[in-house]
């Protein structure tokens, strides 16, 4: 293995420069040292799989250490054929198999990491151009590194020249779950590569976000009709319709909506939400949905050297962009069970003032349902360094009051944004609305990155009407309450004791020792009432921690029936 202090080594694509080293090395190995082909005047060694291949090269100081031929479906041949028959391979010959071949390093380096790094890279080749199936022929001296690297060996073996082969295969999901099981091993080898392939070192993972019950209904959406057999508790829109004046000019120009381009720049909604929100409208962006406008500010604000401090637990999108797609430093600021997942600001301010790029904070938070008061946020924002950019999510602030927003506060200021979901709040989770509100000087760099028509027509429409209707969400807003509220009582009458007293049109709570959270779920789902596992939204959550959304009085009584059932199910197995 190469030690720390081993300068790095770069993996690319192999230009044709590259290409011409490549075959002058194939020549020195597999001619003069290996002699598996004929010495030659011109010192270089290709062969007709050339036309076709790709080839991943590693360099030190701009010479070539090694490579690696990845030779993809639409070669009419592969390499494999030389030696073996194709029934051989366990796979069909089809547009998801590829060739892994030609994994060489000079000499100098072959005590090294530099062999799992090129195999590494040549399993993330296919994988991110959509293969499932990879085969190789694999020298049987160093059989052990192709096993580390995830390749299976079929006991199916032949002789080259001076050294002995052996057929192996692979299957990428199966790669990409061994590469998730010793992930720190990944995290080293990464640190000692310069990557320069057009994808990521590790493959992105969407953002899980429950919806489950489209499992279901039919992502297709062939089948609405079975959405009414569906309680979908697991993701949390309104239990409500949107407003009358909405469904009305949806209703009543539809046809128009779908067929028209809609206004650029969502002037006309930017300017409802100012007049209604008492905003000014230089200090307000359009997005489809919140995430939308948490991906393009995140990666407008910050790089890899940006240090972040995230609430634990909070929505999960904060870590996946952080993590995954900025690569940032991300520390959390742990929230307590014990505590109720209460906020403590004058600990969180003292961990804030350690220096921070961005600080992200849920209010009210998410999957817990606690809230800060406006009042303690204003203080704490007082005491927050100009230079350290703060994000606040208010996705559900209407179910406590649209006065606690801290729209009117962020932008007065030079290092505050409030992000506001129209989702969650106004019933329009389908049609993806939502805005930023902060100082202008930031709306104004995020508003050169923001593309034309970023909101469709109908969704603008929507918004704009829902906007409008303020009385109507209030009532829906105060009938909110008192659905969780007595959601909550009975929950704890069939058992489950510890709920987590939240503001929102959701609950958290935990299942009582020695149920199994996976068949409680498994379970609900029999009964077509679909909940959400919340473990992967913070390490402070445990393992048992469940997330359900306030439904109407009918539904919420449905619901209790069926978590009745399992629980009694489950107690009466165990």
Not at 36 to 42: A, F, G, L, P, R
Not at 351 to 373: A, C, F, I, R, W
Not at 390 to 415: F, P
Not at 517 to 522: A, E, M, P, S, W
């Amino acid at each position: 293995m190469l030690s720390d202090s081993a300068p790095k080594f770069s993996l690319s694509v192999a230009s044709t420069a590259d290409r011409k080293e490549i075959y002058k090395i194939r020549h020195e190995v597999y001619a003069k040292e290996l002699r598996q082909h004929s010495v030659n005047t011109s010192c270089e060694l290709t062969d007709s799989l050339d036309e076709c291949n790709y080839y991943i090269v590693a360099k030190q100081r701009e010479t070539v250490i090694g490579f690696v031929s990845i030779t993809p479906p639409t070669s009419r041949a592969f390499s494999v054929d030389k030696y073996f028959n194709r029934n051989s391979v366990p796979y069909h010959f089809d547009d998801y198999l590829y060739e892994v071949r030609l994994l060489t390093i000079i000499e100098a380096k072959r005590k090294s990491s530099l062999a799992f790094a090129l195999m590494f890279a040549s399993f993330r080749w296919v994988q991110s151009h959509g293969g499932k199936y990879i085969v190789s022929i694999c020298r049987t001296d160093v059989i052990d590194m192709y096993k580390k690297a995830g390749l299976h060996p079929l006991n199916k073996k032949t002789i080259s020249g001076e050294v002995d082969y052996e057929l192996c295969v692979a299957e990428v999901e199966k790669l990409a779950q061994a590469i998730q099981q010793d992930f720190e091993y990944y995290e080293t080898l990464q640190n000692k590569i310069d990557w320069h392939l057009p994808f990521a070192f590790f493959a992105p993972s969407a953002c899980y976000h429950g919806g489950s019950f489209f499992e279901a209904i039919g992502e297709d959406l062939q089948n609405l009709s079975k959405a009414k057999q569906v309680i979908n508790a697991d993701v949390l829109d309104a239990w409500f319709p949107p407003s009358p004046r909405v469904l009305s000019t949806l209703q009543m120009n539809l046809s128009w909506l779908l067929q028209t381009s809609p206004p650029t720049d969502a002037k006309g909604l930017i300017k409802v939400i100012a007049e209604v929100r008492g905003l000014k409208e230089r200090s307000i962006l359009h997005g489809a949905g919140s995430s939308n406008l948490i991906f393009l500010a995140f990666r407008t604000f910050l790089n890899r050297t940006s240090k972040v401090l995230i609430l634990d637990p909070c929505y999960g999108e904060y870590a996946h962009v952080l993590e995954n797609i900025v690569q940032c430093h991300l520390n959390r600021f742990t929230l307590i069970r014990e505590n109720g997942f209460a906020i403590d600001t004058l600990s969180l301010l003292s961990e804030v003032q350690k220096g921070y790029d961005l600080v992200v904070l849920v209010n009210p938070n998410n999957p817990t349902g606690m809230y800060v008061s406006k009042k303690e946020m204003e203080n704490l924002l007082r005491n927050i360094p100009t230079s350290t950019l703060v994000w606040i999510d208010e996705t559900y602030i209407e179910y406590v009051s649209a006065n606690e927003s801290l729209e009117q506060l962020a932008i007065n200021t030079e290092n505050v944004i409030v992000c506001k979901s129209m989702s969650k709040v106004y019933a329009l989770s389908g049609a993806r609305a939502a805005y930023l509100c902060g100082p202008p000087h930031l709306i104004e760099t995020l508003r050169l990155l923001t593309p034309p028509w970023a909101i469709s027509l109908p969704a603008q429409a929507a918004a704009i009407m829902a906007l409008k209707d303020e009385k109507y969400y209030q009532a829906k807003y105060n009938e909110t309450q008192h659905l969780r509220k007595n959601l909550q009582t009975m929950l704890q009458r069939i058992g489950i004791s510890e709920v987590i007293k939240g503001v929102a049109n959701f609950l958290l709570f935990y299942l009582p020792p020695g149920i199994s959270v996976q068949l409680f779920l498994k379970y609900c789902r029999e009964e077509n009432l679909y909940l959400r596992n919340v473990g992967n939204m913070g390490i402070s959550l445990g393992n048992d921690a469940i997330r359900i959304a306030v439904k109407d009085k009918e539904v919420n009584n449905k619901m209790i029936r069926i978590l009745k059932k399992a629980t009694e199910r489950l107690k009466k197995n165990s």
